[in-house]
């Protein structure tokens, strides 16, 4: 139910209360009063009293909770800029280390006198592309990307892509 709804509803039950309960007390400031009508009147005024107790109470319930789920809210909001100054800070370590060791693979194959199409081929496969998938990105046959990996194998001193792939992980894993 809307706040302004809530309200009308307390405006209706004062409107209802307050007249009938003042009736009851001028009723019985006379010297004749109609006992039935006192009582209905009574009741009438007593409900209305009691309807509006538990409306308020509610509504400050939920103003409450409100209050609560506010903070709640806030330091969710706090939290989570947190962590993402986190992850941002996480995000630009790595990718300066990821620059880091890039440079130190293209030293290395600088110092393996690999060719520039081997040094793509190389990274590719270091990347975990297959044969046919490094064929594809560098538009050329399967057979010359065999070709230019064996080569790379005997230039590096390896014997073939998992000693290849080993030789540049096997520090990071240490």
Same mark, same amino acid.
């Given at each position: 139910?809307?706040?302004?709804?809530?309200?009308?509803?307390? !405006? @209706?039950?004062?409107?209802? *209360? #307050?007249?009938? &309960?003042?009736?009851?007390?001028? /009723? $019985?400031?006379?010297?004749?009063?109609?006992?039935?009508?006192?009582?209905?009147? !009574? @009741?009438?005024?007593?409900? *209305? #009293?009691?309807? &509006?107790?538990?409306?308020?109470? /509610? $509504?400050?319930?939920?103003?409450?909770?409100?209050?609560?789920?506010?903070?709640?809210?806030?330091?969710?909001?706090?939290? #989570?800029?947190?962590?993402?100054?986190?992850?941002?800070?996480?995000?630009?370590?790595?990718?300066?280390?990821?620059?880091?060791?890039?440079?130190?693979?293209?030293?290395?194959?600088?110092?393996?006198?690999?060719?520039?199409?081997?040094?793509?081929?190389?990274?590719?496969?270091?990347?975990?592309?297959?044969?046919?998938?490094?064929?594809?990105?560098?538009?050329?046959?399967?057979?010359?990307?065999?070709?230019?990996?064996?080569?790379?194998?005997?230039?590096?001193?390896?014997?073939?892509?998992?000693?290849?792939?080993?030789?540049?992980?096997?520090?990071?894993?240490?």
């Amino acid at each position: 139910m809307s706040r302004s709804k809530q309200w009308f509803l307390v !405006a @209706v039950l004062c409107f209802i *209360a #307050l007249p009938m &309960l003042l009736e009851v007390f001028h /009723e $019985i400031q006379e010297d004749e009063h109609d006992l039935a009508y006192l009582i209905g009147l !009574a @009741v009438v005024g007593t409900l *209305a #009293l009691s309807g &509006l107790a538990v409306l308020i109470s /509610e $509504i400050r319930q939920r103003y409450r909770e409100n209050a609560r789920l506010r903070a709640t809210l806030q330091s969710t909001h706090q939290d #989570l800029q947190q962590a993402n100054q986190h992850l941002h800070a996480l995000t630009e370590k790595l990718r300066d280390t990821g620059k880091q060791y890039n440079l130190v693979v293209q030293e290395q194959f600088t110092a393996w006198g690999l060719t520039p199409s081997e040094r793509e081929v190389a990274l590719l496969l270091l990347k975990g592309l297959s044969f046919d998938e490094v064929a594809s990105v560098r538009d050329t046959k399967e057979k010359t990307v065999r070709q230019q990996a064996t080569t790379i194998y005997r230039k590096s001193g390896l014997n073939g892509r998992h000693e290849f792939a080993a030789w540049f992980f096997e520090d990071f894993l240490a």
